[in-house]
């Protein structure tokens, strides 16, 4: 694998698709595998926009989860260990044909740093300096919220909220940018997540299922994310399949960029 290729692979994996997702969504839905417990009393319909301000809460959450990416240019199948304290790290490892770590990341508010191992390449920049060069105006609460399965975009007004068939629908808007989520009305967990600018021409749709119970919360382990570019006709697909997941436990985050690597600008 050529550096370049390691480059697409560890941004793309641990850090570009978050701050892609951002940009937009449109697509299908999956419907969970099997209806979770549901753990809270289900919201009514004349409070549906209710649904929006139910989220996972979590101070700490640990996991690992098989991926599958495709784009333009390559597929990948690889594991990912991920770690998150909530409001200040996001710990990422890259491991490839399940024996040999090729990336691993740390992202905090201010910083977002990264090593590619097989061409001993280093990252290290604030984390706004990051965003600009992947062109991805993401905050870094947003980015935990793609991690976690929470909606992406928090606090808008919900401008729209009603029953389609199964489903309830939510709308809202802000900045060009509309947020679309679709929950299934039975268990009320949400199954699909859009976020769109049609003036950006970028579309981005995650599709949720498989959900279990985590410490006393729903919790979707597959995750689909497609990403359009219409700009440049590009698609990018990732999957996500936790294999495990614990919240509120003790997390340590191992990171430090060795002496001898190179230090590289995205």
């Known amino acids: 694998m050529n550096n370049q290729r390691v480059k697409s692979y560890f941004i793309k994996c641990a850090t570009a698709v978050a701050f892609t997702?951002?940009?937009?969504?449109?697509?299908?839905?999956k419907k969970v595998a099997t209806p979770p417990v549901v753990t809270q009393p289900p919201v009514q319909a004349k409070d549906y926009s209710d649904l929006y301000s139910r989220v996972f809460i979590y101070k700490t959450f640990s996991g690992k989860a098989k991926m599958k990416y495709e784009g333009p240019d390559q597929k990948q199948n690889f594991s990912a260990?991920?770690?998150?304290?909530?409001?200040?790290?996001v710990w990422a490892s890259i491991v490839?044909?399940?024996?040999?770590?090729?990336?691993?990341?740390?992202?905090?508010?201010?910083?977002?740093?990264?090593?590619?191992?097989?061409?001993?390449?280093?990252?290290?920049?604030?984390?706004?300096?990051?965003?600009?060069?992947?062109?991805?105006?993401?905050?870094?609460?947003?980015?935990e919220n793609l991690l976690i399965g929470n909606p992406v975009i928090p606090g808008l007004k919900v401008q729209s909220a009603k029953e389609e068939g199964n489903d309830i629908v939510l709308k809202m808007e802000q900045d060009g940018y509309q947020q679309i989520l679709i929950y299934d009305?039975?268990?009320?967990?949400?199954?699909?997540?859009?976020?769109?600018?049609?003036?950006?021409?970028?579309?981005?749709?995650?599709?949720?299922?498989?959900?279990?119970?985590?410490?006393?919360?729903?919790?979707?382990?597959?995750?689909?994310?497609?990403?359009?570019?219409?700009?440049?006709n590009q698609t990018i697909l990732l999957n996500m399949e936790f294999s495990s997941h614990d919240v509120d436990g003790a997390v340590e985050f191992q990171f430090s960029?060795?002496?001898n690597y190179k230090l590289k600008s995205l």
Not at 21 to 29: D, P, T, W
Not at 190 to 207: G, M, P, V, Y
């Open 21 to 29: 997702c951002l940009l937009a969504a449109c697509g299908g839905s």
């Open 81 to 89: 260990n991920l770690k998150m304290q909530k409001g200040e790290k």
């Open 96 to 143: 490839a044909l399940g024996v040999a770590e090729v990336a691993r990341a740390q992202i905090t508010p201010d910083k977002l740093q990264a090593v590619e191992r097989l061409n001993r390449n280093a990252y290290d920049m604030s984390f706004e300096e990051g965003i600009k060069k992947l062109n991805a105006p993401i905050s870094f609460p947003m980015l």
């Open 185 to 232: 009305k039975a268990t009320q967990t949400l199954k699909q997540q859009e976020i769109k600018s049609e003036a950006k021409k970028f579309n981005c749709t995650i599709d949720y299922s498989d959900y279990v119970v985590v410490a006393g919360q729903n919790f979707a382990k597959n995750r689909n994310i497609k990403i359009e570019d219409k700009n440049k």
């Open 257 to 259: 960029i060795p002496g």
